[in-house]
């Protein structure tokens, strides 16, 4: 079926905006990704439930996107359907326990949580993430991650069913959580802690200098592109082969922590896994390591 009459028929069904081969380059932080056919925008649960049948009945391949924060899209684009959840945003507390939407940036859940004295989440300043789709990496920094505190997710199935998983029916690992293979994630329900509104934004305050001070946040970027193999730090080793200032078109090893890539100003995702392949094999030949992507890759090369 024609793309415009799909992005009718979808638009029918949602307030939020639909749109046809939309560059992901907009959407993603690296500043880099070739048209989605289909990008959606729902404002409201419902919605969410709308795009996802709309999918499965069209048989549409299908893409769930937050904010694009760990996320490397192919030059050539994504086929099928993106469904963007930053629009649906709502966090609320509930006792010690805050229900976040799956759209919801982890900076505005953190300020709610201060607001209402809620500490636990502080380790996760400054990560540019939907809540979403950090508790489904299981984001996290040294100081914690994200499914130290999860008490339960809601998801949507494939076959568009609901249901609500307790902490213990998730396993969590370093940057991996089993809710992959679950579906899609809507609202994530976190414990919290009881504490001194400005003992936590005391703490927000430090990981965020802190970030500043190692990371090129003045880049766009996608945060750390490989995991820590046991026992090691990427950006270490990465540091130890020379890589740092490498250089694929105009994407960039980071001079001020090798386990970014940045874009300085008109990256291609092939200069970005140029980059990355280099990086790889150096690391392996100099101490037979093998450097596991962190980045999500998306869609065709070209």
């Known amino acids: 079926m024609h793309l415009a009459t799909l992005a009718r028929e979808l638009q029918q069904g949602l307030q939020g905006e639909v749109l046809i081969n939309e560059p992901l380059a907009r959407h993603t932080t690296w500043r880099i990704g070739g048209p989605a056919d289909l990008l959606a925008r729902p404002a409201t649960g419902e919605e969410i439930d709308f795009c996802l049948g709309f999918a499965r009945q069209k048989g549409l391949p299908l893409h769930i996107m937050g904010n694009g924060s760990n996320l490397l899209v192919g030059d050539g684009g994504v086929r099928g359907l993106v469904v963007q959840t930053k629009a649906w945003r709502q966090v609320l507390v509930q006792g010690r326990v805050i229900r976040a939407c799956a759209g919801a940036f982890i900076a505005r859940v953190l300020d709610v949580a201060g607001r209402a004295g809620l500490g636990g989440l502080e380790f996760a300043a400054g990560i540019p993430a939907t809540i979403g789709g950090a508790v489904v990496m299981n984001a996290g920094t040294p100081e914690g991650c994200l499914g130290d505190i999860v008490r339960g997710v809601e998801v949507i199935a494939p076959d568009g069913s609901r249901y609500y998983l307790e902490r213990r029916d998730i396993t ?46 003045e880049w766009p970027n996608a945060g750390s592109v490989f995991k820590n193999p046991a026992g090691y730090y990427a950006g270490q080793l990465i540091e130890e082969v020379g890589a740092k200032g490498w250089q694929a078109g105009q994407a960039q090893v980071s001079t001020k922590h090798a386990n970014f890539i ?41």
């Not at 991996?176 to 927000?204: C, F, H, K, N």
């Not at 390591?289 to 065709?300: A, K, S, T």
């Open 172 to 217: 969590f690992s370093y940057r991996y959580s089993s809710l992959r293979q679950e579906g899609t994630v809507v609202a994530v329900d976190l414990a919290m802690t009881a504490s001194d509104p400005l003992v936590i934004q005391e703490r927000v305050r430090k990981n965020l200098e802190g970030r500043q001070a190692r990371q090129p946040l």
């Open 262 to 302: 940045i874009n300085l100003g008109r990256a291609t995702a092939a200069d970005v896994l140029e980059l990355i392949a280099r990086i790889q094999e150096a690391v392996a030949r100099a101490f037979g390591i093998n450097l596991e992507l962190e980045v999500e890759i998306w869609g065709d090369s070209q």
